[in-house]
Structures are given as C-alpha cells and as structure tokens.
C-alpha cells in the first residue's frame, strides 16, 4: 500500500447551473442535472436526477458532463455524499466531479476508497465531514492504495458484486412495487375491483351513482370520507439537545424517508435521548404512516419492523389509522398524490405540508370489509417480499461496510473473502435504468 494525495491520481470536475430565467435551458429537458438530493443515498450508482436540463442548456453554461463510472461528490451542503455515474449526466456547483487518473487509479475502487475516507472522517468527528470541500481540500486529503491496478480492480470487485446483489434486489423491488401500484389503481382508481361474479365491476356495467363533494361518480355502496375522520395526525417530537431525557430512542429524520420508496429502513437512525412521557407519546409503531413535512413534502413511507421507542424528526408527521385494516389502502392514496401535496402545499423557504391539509383530504372507500380484506389478502404477499428483500439488502450493505476498512487497510485480502462472498454476492455488471 502507498498513501498518495487525492489530488495526485485524480481530474476534478466542476459544476454548474444554467441560468435558471432561460426556459430553453430546461423546458423538457432530458439530460440528467444531479444535485446532492438526487444520491444523498446509500446506493452505488446514481442513473437519474429531479431535475433535467437541454443540450442548449449543457453548451452554453459552465456545467459539466460526467461519464459513466465518474464519482459525484457533495461539497457543501450536505458534504461528503457519494455515488458513481450510471448514465451520462451534469451536476450542479455545489457538488465535484472526480474522475481517477488511468495509470494511477482505477474508478471503482477510487470510489469505495473515497467511501471509505468519508466514513473513517465521519467517526473521528462525531458525524461531521466538512463544512466545506473546496479544490485545495483535495490537496489535504490523503488515502492509501495498493501500487498496482490490478490489485485495486480485485479489491473494488468484491464491494462491486456486493453492490451488484443490493441493485438488482432493488429492481425487483421496484417491480413488486409496481405491480402492487397498479392492483390499487385497477380497484380503487378505476373501480374494476372483482364483483360478486368476480368480474371487474366498473367495466362490466356495476353500478355507480354521482357524488355531490367529489362532483363524481363512485361505484354505489362506497362513501367518501376525510382522512382526519380515519385516524389522528400527529406532529413531530419536540426534541431540546440541551435537557436530555435517559432513554436512547432512535429517530426518522427526512434522509431516511428519501432513501427509500415504501417501507421506511431502521439502518442508519441517528440517535436521540427524551424521557419516558415523550417517548409514549411520538413512537411509530407496526402500520404507522410517516409524510414528509418539508425537504420531500408529501414523501409517504410504511413503518415496519422497527426497533422500540423509534420516533420521528421535525420534518415529518405520523398518521395513526383508527382502523389498521385500512392502512394498505389509504398508503396507496397517500402515495397516489404525493405531487399534489407537493404542488400545493405552502410556505415560502420550504414547503410544508401541515395537517390541516392532510385532515381535509377525501378518499374513496368501499362501506363492505369483505372488499379491503380481499385487496389486502392480495397485496400482503408482495409487501411481505419487499420487506425481506430490504432486510437482505440492509444485510449486505452492513457486510459491505465492515469489509471495506479492512480491505483498505489490508486486514484482510481479496481471497480471503471471495470463497464466502458466493452466495451472497452477484457478478457485477454494467446497469443502465
């Protein structure tokens, strides 16, 4: 191993934005304009961003373009996020491109080193990496490498096929999600849930009748009803760092809910401390809903499988249903206008969504149990394969993570793990969404 400085064995690529008054730099744009939120993630590869920018917006702004495999780092902000380019795509100021110098380093396993650094920094300060990462930051830091590439490309894959593994399990995740999507869509959207002949009821004549609130027909026997009649919003811990409480409760702040699509993970909760009343009272349970307040508002996560006395952040608000059987159901409501809640939420640094307007939101419902039982009886089967594929991929990700020191530092070398890692780890490949 030799310990080199960053700057050395690496390009660095800055970003920029274009000039956000020119509609030709941005309407229906389709090449990739990355900032911090788009991979403040624990996932490898970054293939898509929120916002998107033209061509004409690329060639004449000081932005860049990445190429596939290029590592994104954060530089203000939320400093020291890290992913690798999946597509060609630009990025903003606020964050560096850095590409490894071919006859110095190899990408992959730059990346998994520049990891590695973020993690040992984040240790040694208690969770803060920077302030700030400037160009002559890269003059300051230091890693260690093994001299020659091919050692560096053994090393990268075995994290590589580790990775791999996690990224195909959240494609078929993303799948079963999908496919449990468009079963709420076909019975609570477009009404052809089975009849009592258990054909689909709208498109085979079932009966609806007008509704005067949602100026609307709705298939007969349903009723319309306000979410604040369902169950009971309830706002965020009032958390004081200063007067601690004796109980470790660990809390969902807006990160977690943007890492994943529906169930809401228990890896990588920060920590806090309230006393025992505090606690009781803003616990999530098994079935609770958590919404966005502001960051991502309208973002809506399941809660399951989480650890005693979890609670949730400033920027979040809980739902508690009165009626668990309905919670699949208004889940996929909730998800189903995530964007109207977004777009019509208000404040003016960030938008909120605040319970007033989640209270007065109408749904759907059928008056019969017998058709919520069936849908979730349908439904429970792929949330439960989601949930297990999550849970494996929290177990690879923590293998991943104490591996890669050890392989740094030389604890442990390439063979040492590749025979185990076979029935875990998957080929790594090229992926492209």
């Known amino acids: 191993m ?11 690529i800055s970003g920029g934005t274009p000039q956000t008054s020119i509609e030709e730099y941005w309407n229906n744009g389709n090449i990739g304009w990355l900032s911090v939120t788009d991979f403040n993630n624990d996932l490898r590869f970054v293939y898509d961003s929120e916002k998107k920018i033209t061509k004409k917006g690329l060639n004449e702004s ?110 078929i995740n993303i799948e079963l ?45 349903w009723d ?25 409760c660990p809390i969902i702040n807006v990160r977690n809910i943007s890492a994943t699509s ?34 991502i508002p309208g973002a809506t996560r399941l809660i399951s499988d989480f650890a005693e006395n979890t609670l949730y952040c400033g920027f979040a608000i809980h739902y508690e249903l009165n009626d668990l059987a309905l919670k699949i159901p208004v889940f996929f409501y909730l998800k189903s206008i995530e964007e109207m809640i977004k777009n019509g939420s208000g404040g003016t640094i960030l938008k909120n969504v605040n319970q007033a307007t989640l209270n007065n939101l109408q749904v759907v419902f059928p008056k019969k149990e017998t058709t919520i039982s069936q849908f979730n009886k349908l439904i429970k089967p792929l949330f439960n394969k989601i949930n297990l594929i999550q849970k494996e991929n929290q177990e690879l990700a923590s293998l991943r993570d104490w591996l890669l020191p050890m392989l740094m530092n030389g604890q442990v070398s390439v063979g040492d793990v590749e025979e185990q890692l076979g029935m875990v780890a998957e080929e790594s490949a090229r992926y492209v969404k």
């Open 177 to 221: 999600e999908a496919m449990a999507k468009t079963l709420y869509d076909y019975w609570f959207v477009q009404f052809d849930f089975p009849d009592t002949n258990g054909k689909p009821y709208k498109s085979t004549g079932g009966k609806m009748v007008w509704n005067a609130e949602l100026k609307r027909e709705i298939p007969e026997g």
């Open 224 to 248: 319309c009803v306000l979410l604040g009649e369902m169950g009971n919003f309830k706002n965020e811990v009032n958390y004081d760092p200063s007067k601690p409480g004796n109980i470790a």
């Open 2 to 12: 030799i310990k080199v400085v960053l700057s050395s064995i690496i390009d660095i």
């Open 262 to 295: 529906y169930f809401l993970k228990n890896s990588d909760l920060d920590i806090i401390y309230l006393n025992q009343s505090d606690v009781q009272k803003y616990a999530v349970h098994e079935g609770s809903i958590i919404i966005a307040r502001s960051g």
């Open 62 to 171: 000081n932005t860049k373009l990445l190429e596939y495999g290029d590592i994104i780092i954060s530089a203000r902000g939320t400093v020291g996020a890290l992913a690798q380019i999946g597509i060609p795509m630009c990025f903003n100021q606020s964050c560096f491109g850095i590409r490894g110098k071919k006859d110095k380093v190899d990408n992959d396993f730059l990346f998994y080193a520049l990891r590695n650094y973020v993690q040992h920094i984040k240790k040694r300060s208690q969770g803060s990496v920077f302030d700030t990462i400037n160009l002559k930051s890269f003059d300051l830091m230091e890693i260690e490498i093994p001299k020659t590439i091919s050692t560096q490309q053994k090393i990268a894959k075995v994290l590589s096929d580790l990775d791999a593994k996690i990224e195909i399990n959240n494609r």
